[in-house]
């Protein structure tokens, strides 16, 4: 059970708060997002393809600056946390995009929110599939019950994205989106003094 989970039962709201930590892949690294990723993230996110599908326009180093200031400085409610990686490959260290995700500690039953996205150079490799299943992981261990993500009903690359994290679509829209969801089994408990092999 979660810390948030626990709190719950007992008739309080935590404060407690979940960070972005280090995450490992066989070809990625999953950095917890610094200012100094802002530049050499413009640069992988820069071809406006990306945006086919979620609107907008290409940021500018300065505007991810900015953005970044707000996610560093964490929700304004000490309920909710806010933990979003730069992508870095581990072949040639180059950052090439980002996953993050909105936890919601004070209210256990709601859903934890996913999003990713990787530059249109990197697509096609399974790269954003190692990320999102490394990062639902990493969410599961954290105590995380439920996961979600919002996808165009056209995005297919981003739905095998989210499948490969095991979610499902669902029949729920959220502005012209499906809502995918996945149920999170919680990661086994190794009794003291025992090895996971045995």
């Not at 090439?96 to 919601?104: C, E, L, M, Q, S």
């Not at 150079?121 to 969410?139: I, S």
Request: net charge neutral.
């Amino acid at each position: 059970m979660s810390r948030a989970a626990a709190g719950a039962r007992q008739g309080h709201v935590p404060t407690s708060t979940v960070r972005a930590e280090p995450i490992g892949t066989p070809r990625l690294m999953l950095e917890p997002l610094l200012l100094e990723h802002a530049e050499p993230m413009a640069q992988a996110l820069a071809d406006p393809r990306l945006h086919t599908f979620i609107g907008g326009s290409p940021a500018s180093p300065e505007q991810l600056r900015l953005r970044y200031r707000t996610l560093l400085a964490g929700s304004p409610d000490d309920g909710v946390s806010w933990c979003n990686w730069a992508l870095r490959t581990r072949c040639d260290d180059r950052i090439v995009g980002t996953v993050g995700a909105t936890v919601f500690i004070s209210r256990p039953g709601r859903p934890t929110e996913m999003s990713w996205v990787l530059g249109m150079p990197w697509q096609g490799r399974g790269l954003a599939k190692e990320a999102a299943l490394a990062l639902a992981e990493w969410l599961a261990r954290q105590g995380v019950q439920v996961l979600e993500a919002c996808i165009h009903p056209d995005h297919h690359a981003s739905g095998r994205v989210a499948a490969s994290a095991g979610m499902r679509p669902t029949n729920r829209e959220s502005d012209g989106e499906i809502v995918w969801q996945a149920v999170l089994s919680p990661p086994p408990v190794v009794p003291a003094g025992r090895l996971s092999s045995e």
